[in-house]
């Protein structure tokens, strides 16, 4: 069975960091393409970084210099290593992955595998 689970988010200061991890099981994560997304209630999923089997990554421009995402196959891991957080990046988070190639990594539906998200929550 597939299972994605995120932890790591929490209430920070502006300007705090937080880094948040998501642990795969069921399956490989060295041949797949992963990736965290974000949703504030009553608002569209977003992506925020992603990244391929060949370690590419690609982030969306409101966290480009702030955030990085990596992830260490030994431990099936997937991390989000973000910095100098603003309240706008208050959101759940949510890893995701996908068997395979994807063609727009910050997609929502090019991803088929979900967890349930962790809470970040930045206080100005």
């Known amino acids: 069975e597939v299972q994605l689970v995120e932890s790591g988010g929490g209430l920070v200061q502006a300007g705090g960091s937080l880094r948040l991890s998501c642990v795969a099981s069921?399956?490989?994560?060295?041949?797949?393409?992963m990736s965290w997304f974000r949703q504030v209630p009553g608002q569209k999923r977003e992506g925020v970084a992603a990244?391929?089997?060949?370690?590419?990554?690609t982030y969306t421009d409101s966290v480009k210099g702030r955030v990085t995402i990596s992830s260490d196959n030994a431990k099936s891991t997937l991390y989000l290593e973000m910095n100098s957080l603003k309240p706008e990046d208050t959101a759940m988070y949510y890893c995701?992955?996908?068997?395979?190639?994807?063609?727009?990594?910050?997609?929502?539906?090019?991803?088929?595998?979900w967890g349930r998200g962790t809470q970040v929550t930045v206080s100005s």
């Open positions: 990244i391929d089997s060949a370690g590419r990554t």
């Open positions: 069921g399956f490989s994560i060295r041949k797949v393409a």
């Open positions: 995701a992955a996908y068997p395979g190639p994807v063609v727009n990594p910050l997609a929502a539906w090019e991803y088929n595998y």
